[in-house]
């Protein structure tokens, strides 16, 4: 059965286990902390974000004008652009060596782009459900589809090698958006919630719950599709980054102990 978290419900969910079963450990709730805002465009429907080499890079969906973007953290200004065939709608994004790879949302269409040019260097297709979120550990690259499971695919190819099946308190987990690899882990949006969820790529079990409510709080946007979505990290400086859709913010954040 799918899980649509509801403030606090994704903690206080008790997992419908036989009565002889051991219980799951509980995801622990984790706090952040604001530690520096950034301008974000408000006309940016983010839906995916990545550090690499030094810049920051977004996957912006809009119809019929897709697109994915290098920024300046500091101005938060586009410094360079690609543009995606108007007729598909842009989603996850994650690098891989020199380049950057990007999802498509309903066409099964994955674009290579040069990392420092943005120049496109082809097309491949991947058949794993809708693209949605997308990172790298290195090794491969693991997509979201809004269920409760995520694919390992391979970086060349896009072939399937895995899936990793998410659970959260013992229950499956779906609407996982974006992706972020943080320290061996993944980090993932959960749609429509100010929540964070940090998933072990092995067990698939969510080991801790972020709260970004907080960090809501602090924007407004009228859109009821304005929800955060975007999560980059700099593993050099240890910097973790969120925004949202339509924010006119961009927060890096800190993990409170």
Not at 12 to 25: F, K, L, V
Not at 61 to 77: M, Q, Y
Not at 112 to 127: F, V
């Amino acid at each position: 059965m799918a899980l649509i978290l509801a403030p606090l419900a994704l903690i206080a969910a008790a997992p419908q286990a036989a009565a002889t079963a051991p219980a799951p450990t509980r995801a622990p709730l984790v706090q952040v902390e604001v530690v520096r805002r950034y301008p974000h465009d408000r006309g940016a429907f983010t839906e995916g974000l990545i550090w690499h080499d030094g810049a920051l890079y977004e996957s912006v969906g809009r119809e019929g004008e897709s697109e994915v973007r290098r920024v300046d953290l500091a101005t938060g200004k586009v410094a360079r652009r690609a543009q995606i065939d108007p007729a598909q709608f842009g989603e996850g994004l994650a690098a891989w060596g020199r380049t950057l790879v990007s999802l498509t949302w309903h066409d099964g269409v994955a674009y290579r782009w040069d990392a420092r040019t943005l120049k496109p260097l082809g097309k491949g297709r991947y058949t794993t459900g809708e693209g949605w979120g997308l990172t790298s550990d290195g090794s491969a690259l693991i997509q979201s589809d809004g269920t409760a499971t995520l694919h390992v695919l391979d970086p060349q190819t896009l072939k399937e090698r895995r899936r990793i099946a998410v659970t959260l308190n013992g229950r499956p987990l779906d609407q996982i958006n974006e992706l972020e690899w943080v320290d061996g882990a993944i980090l993932a949006n959960i749609w429509h919630t100010p929540y964070l969820v940090r998933i072990d790529p092995r067990s698939g079990k969510v080991t801790q719950v972020i709260d970004l409510r907080p960090v809501v709080a602090q924007v407004s946007v009228a859109d009821p599709e304005g929800v955060a979505n975007g999560i980059a990290y700099d593993p050099a400086t240890r910097r973790l980054f969120v925004t949202g859709k339509l924010w006119p913010t961009l927060f890096e954040i800190r993990l409170k102990p």
